[in-house]
């Protein structure tokens, strides 16, 4: 691990201790899982950005998904 240091607003530094001291852990795995968690959702919104891209790029065609329409088998209630 590498020790850092950073600066952090006094009234955001209270809610960190006590969602610390609540859940009993410490500041360090605190802003850890906090650090891994908006990394995480970096990536999912880079992933959605790309999704988006790649249906502005391909559109869908109107039949793409009817395709096995016919060949699906409801059962009928009796």
Do not use: C
């Amino acid at each position: 691990m590498k020790t850092i240091q950073m600066t952090i607003d006094k009234e955001l530094l209270i809610e960190v201790d006590t969602a610390v001291r609540d859940l009993g852990t410490s500041r360090s795995a605190f802003l850890r899982e906090a650090l891994h968690l908006a990394l995480r959702r970096l990536r999912i919104a880079a992933m959605e950005r790309q999704h988006t891209a790649g249906y502005e790029r391909h559109p869908i065609d109107p039949n793409e998904f009817n395709l096995w329409q016919d060949e699906q088998v409801w059962e009928s209630e009796t």
